[in-house]
């Protein structure tokens, strides 16, 4: 069961981080839908590449192998994947203050998490900092969890779009965007809080198992 949830897990991020840098691409391929991307132009740049760039690399920071393995890279990569992670969500926090699609309610959704994603980041990082690798582990995925976000967002945001909007206003098209953001924010914080949770139980279920064996008790 563990397995193939884990693998489930694994294609469903490969598929949404495909998406998300495939977002950033796309953004350079067409007219901005928000006018204030053109006021600044520089900050705009930065949120869309790194995001992409972060995207393409912070997938592997989960992958057991290459931690264990690659531990240099983990690290070397880690330092740039926080820092990319801080321009990010600055970036994110500006975009939606003072250039939001959606209004208030953007500025709203985009503040929580977008504190959210950078609280956790720092969180994880001043966490292996003090030596505490399973809280590090557990605040990187929130941290990631909010950044994928924006690809299921899109999944949201397009289709709803086409169904509900012929011919979208402005404002109708500012809230469609809020919500598909709130919406996948939401469902990704809960996901990620499950999946720690799960990840515990199954952590403390091994080291039972192995402190079983280490005495030379079966386990059941
Ligand atoms: C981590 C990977 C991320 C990627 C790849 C990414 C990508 C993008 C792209 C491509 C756009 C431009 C929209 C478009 O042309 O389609 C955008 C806009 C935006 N992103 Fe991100 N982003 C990421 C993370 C975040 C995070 C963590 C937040 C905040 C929680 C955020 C908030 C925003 C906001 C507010 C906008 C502007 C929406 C508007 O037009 O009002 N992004 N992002």
Same mark, same amino acid.
């Given at each position: ?12 991020? #490969? ?5 998300? +840098? ?5 953004? &350079? ?24 760039? &972060? ?16 531990? *240099? &890279?983990?690290?070397?990569? #880690? ?24 209004? $208030? ?33 557990? $605040? ?26 012929? *011919? ?14 709130? +919406?996948?924010? +939401? ?34």
């Amino acid at each position: 069961m563990a397995k193939s949830a884990r693998w489930i897990l694994a294609a469903t991020i #490969g598929l949404l981080a495909s998406i998300g +840098v495939g977002a950033s691409a796309a953004h &350079y391929l067409q007219e901005p839908y928000n006018p204030g991307f053109l006021n600044f132009p520089t900050i705009v740049a930065l949120h869309v590449v790194l995001g992409g760039v &972060y995207l393409a690399l912070a997938p592997f920071q989960f992958v057991r192998r290459i931690r264990s393995r690659h531990l *240099d &890279y983990h690290r070397w990569a #880690g330092r740039m994947l926080v820092s990319l992670g801080l321009v990010i969500g600055l970036s994110a926090l500006f975009i939606a203050l003072v250039i939001p699609k959606g209004g $208030w309610p953007e500025r709203v959704v985009i503040g929580l998490f977008g504190s959210l994603f950078l609280f956790a980041l720092i969180k994880g990082f001043l966490n292996v900092r003090a030596g505490r690798v399973a809280l590090h582990r557990e $605040w990187m995925i929130r941290a990631f969890a909010v950044g994928l976000a924006i690809a299921t967002a899109r999944l949201i945001f397009f289709p709803a779009l086409l169904i509900t909007m012929a *011919d979208p206003t402005e404002k109708r098209f500012g809230t469609l965007l809020v919500v598909s953001l709130g +919406v996948a924010f +939401v469902v990704h914080a809960g996901v990620a809080e499950l999946w720690i949770r799960f990840a515990r139980r199954s952590g403390a279920l091994r080291a039972k198992r192995a402190k079983l064996k280490a005495k030379g008790v079966k386990a059941e």
